[in-house]
C-alpha cells in the first residue's frame, strides 16, 4: 500500500511536470501520460488492470464527470454565435462517414457480423471529450474553431452512446430498427438530458447563497454535478450532456441573470466564485492525470493482427474526416 500511495505521488508529480513541457514544446500532455500507463500495464506488466474491479470503472466515469463539467464552466454561450450550425453539420456528417466506413472495414477485417461491424464502427466515430477537451483548453486556437471542436466532441459522444445502445439491443433480441427510431432516441436523450440540467442549474444557484454558509461547502457542489449526472441518466437523458450543460449554465450565469422570463426572476442567482473555480481546476488535473495513465494499462497489445487491424481503421478514420 506504501508503494501504491507512492507511486500515485510520483504520477501527479510527473503531471505538473508534462503539462509545464507542452506549455514549451506544445506536445499534449495526454502522450507521455499513456505512454507511461502502457510501459507499467502491457509492456512491462508491472499493473494488472483487473486488479481494480469495479473501482477503475468507477473512476473513469467519475473522471469524465469533472471534465466535462469544467468545460462546461469553461465555455461561452456567445461564442457559439455562427458556430452552432457549422458544428453541427461538421460532426453528423463526420460521424455518419467515419461510421460507415469503418462498420465496412471492421466487417470484412474482423469477419463479424454487419450488426457488430458498426458497433465498432459508432465506437471508433466518437471523439473522446475525456481527452478533446483538456487539449482545447491549452491549444492556442481560434474561439470559432474551439467552439466547433468542443461542440463536435460532446454531441459524437451523444450520437455514440446512444446509437451503441441501440445497436446492441438489436443484436442480443432480433430487433428491426430504422433510421426514425434512432433519431427519436438522440433527440429524447439529448433533450433530457439539457432540459433536466438547465433546472437542476438554475436551482443550484439560487440556493448557492445559504449551501456556502455551511462547512465543506465546496464539495457540496461537486456532490451536486455526481447527483446531476446520475438522475438524468435514471430519468431517460444522457448523464455527460446533462453535465456539460450544468456546467454551461454555472459559468454563463452572469448572462442568463440578464434574462427576463414571464414569472422567472434570475436576478438573485449566483455565480462560483474563484475559491470554488480553483477547487475544480484541482480536482479535474488529478483526475485527469490519473485517467489517462489508466487507460494505458488497460490497452491490450498480446495479438498484433488486432493491434495492426487497430491502427488501419485509425488510420482510416483520419483520412475520413
Known sequence: MTYAILFIGLLLVLGHIFSSLFEKTRLPDVLPLMVLGM?????????????????????????????????????????????????LLLTTVCFVLVTLVIGFLAQELLQVPQIYAFIIGVIVADNSTAIISPLLA????????????????????????????????????????????????????FGIGIIFALAAGVFWMSILNRVRRLENAISLTFAFVLLVYSVSGIIGGDGAI????????????????????????????????????????????????????????????????????????????????
Do not use: W
Open 39 to 87: 510501459l507499467m500495464g502491457p509492456v512491462l506488466h508491472l499493473v494488472d488492470p483487473q486488479s481494480f474491479g469495479q473501482a477503475g470503472q468507477i473512476f473513469t466515469t467519475l473522471a469524465l464527470i469533472v471534465v466535462l463539467f469544467k468545460s462546461g464552466l469553461e465555455f461561452r454561450i456567445l461564442s457559439l454565435r455562427g458556430a452552432v450550425g457549422q458544428g
Open 138 to 189: 491549452k491549444l492556442q486556437v481560434s474561439k470559432t474553431a474551439k467552439t466547433i471542436l468542443f461542440l463536435e466532441a460532446n454531441l459524437t459522444g451523444v450520437y455514440s452512446i446512444v446509437l451503441a445502445i441501440a445497436l446492441l439491443s438489436a443484436a442480443s433480441h432480433g430487433e428491426k430498427l430504422t433510421a426514425s427510431l434512432l433519431a427519436v432516441d438522440v433527440v429524447k436523450s
Open 242 to 321: 446533462a453535465t456539460l450543460a450544468f456546467g454551461v449554465v454555472a459559468g454563463n450565469m452572469r448572462l442568463i441573470k440578464r434574462l427576463r422570463l414571464p414569472r422567472l426572476d434570475f436576478r438573485n442567482l449566483l455565480t462560483l466564485n474563484n475559491g470554488e473555480k480553483v477547487f475544480f481546476e484541482e480536482v479535474e488535473f488529478i483526475f485527469k492525470t490519473l485517467f489517462f495513465v489508466y487507460m494505458g494499462i488497460c490497452m491490450r497489445v498480446g495479438r498484433l493482427d488486432l493491434v495492426a487491424i487497430g491502427f488501419i481503421l485509425t488510420v482510416a478514420k483520419f483520412i475520413f474526416r
